[in-house]
């Protein structure tokens, strides 16, 4: 839809391009949310999508993504990352969470997703499950980074202050390493995420961990750890710690069936990774 309240559109090469915030602001990068509704506050939008940043890097230590990096671009490094980074699949599975047109696929960003902090933000399930960390530019020109699972702090809140921008997502050698099973519920076959969770299982010269991202079925992100593959029963009462209150509740599914389908996929995942 027209943004008839937008009066400018700056678009920023440099880092030190970025203009100094003002009410009325708001960073764009693929614009699927921001254009999707009405935001009658806006006055200035601030295109980071300019600015140059390769959409991945792959070093030893693991895989920085640019915030702009696009889902499209993110599915495809599935194929392309190091042999030995057994979770790559994950990545193309995760964005098949994000309920995508052609037009979304193409340019809806990692960073507007986690940004918008979701519960069914699909790369912020694929940040859980592989412990990624979000460095942040604030206003102020200094930077600061953060677990995504800190980052992202209620339905669709985190932890960014007036004018921050997300530059990446960092996701380490180590959780790519590990082996990864993936499950996705909706109440309807196109429907938004009502759950999707994640089991990773680290490899014992990464430390054996095993991991489970909750995310979809709850307002902000889980991520469950064990020493090793839990027993059912150890996996049932981690998933009955997690606080009543986290559960989600809205059209895409009810408190009660996210927590027992949370439930069942948890199970499924311990299984496959056994
Ligand atoms: C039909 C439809 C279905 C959708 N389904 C889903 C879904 O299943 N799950 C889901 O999570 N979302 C969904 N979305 C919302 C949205 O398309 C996605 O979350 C998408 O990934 C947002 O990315 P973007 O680059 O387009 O963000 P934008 O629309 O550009 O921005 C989204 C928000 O993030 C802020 N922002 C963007 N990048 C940054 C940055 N680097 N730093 C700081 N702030 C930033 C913007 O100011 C804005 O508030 C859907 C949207 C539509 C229209």
């Known amino acids: 839809m027209d943004l008839d309240t937008v ?3 700056v678009v920023p090469l440099r880092r030190d391009e970025l203009p100094v915030w003002r009410p009325g602001d708001a960073v764009i990068a693929g614009g ?3 254009f999707s509704e009405a935001q009658p506050d806006l006055r200035r939008l601030i295109d980071i999508t300019a600015m140059g940043w390769a959409p991945y890097e792959i070093r030893d230590g693991g895989l920085e993504l640019a915030a702009t ?4 671009q993110l599915s495809r490094l599935s194929g392309q990352l190091p042999p030995d980074w057994t ?8 964005c098949t969470a994000l309920l995508a047109s052609f037009k979304i696929w193409k340019t809806a960003t990692i960073g507007g997703n986690v940004c918008l902090s979701l519960p069914a933000g699909s790369i912020i399930s694929l940040a859980t499950a592989l412990d990624g960390v979000a460095t942040v530019w604030r206003a102020d020109r200094s ?5 995504i699972t800190d980052f992202v702090t209620g339905a669709a809140t985190n932890v960014l202050g007036a004018g921050d921008i997300v530059r990446s997502i960092f996701l380490p050698a180590a959780a790519l390493r590990g082996k990864t099973a ?3 519920i909706a109440l309807a076959p196109l429907g938004r995420s009502g759950a999707v969770l994640v089991g990773r299982l680290d490899r014992p010269g990464d430390g ?4 489970l991202a909750v995310t979809g079925s709850t307002t902000r992100p889980v991520s469950l750890r064990f020493a090793g593959l839990p027993t ?7 998933l009955d710690g997690i606080p009543a209150q986290l559960w989600h509740a809205d059209a895409h599914g009810t408190p009660d069936w996210r927590r027992a389908m949370s439930a069942v996929l948890a199970r499924q995942i311990r299984a496959e990774l056994q």
């Open 143 to 147: 930077q600061y980074t953060v677990g």
């Open 87 to 94: 979770a790559a699949p994950l990545l193309h599975q995760c």
């Open 232 to 238: 059912t029963a150890e996996l049932d009462d981690a």
């Open 208 to 211: 054996g961990t095993f991991a």
């Open 32 to 34: 699927t949310w921001l």
């Open 7 to 9: 009066e400018e559109l």
């Open 69 to 72: 990096c696009t889902v499209e």
């Open 182 to 184: 993936y499950r996705k």
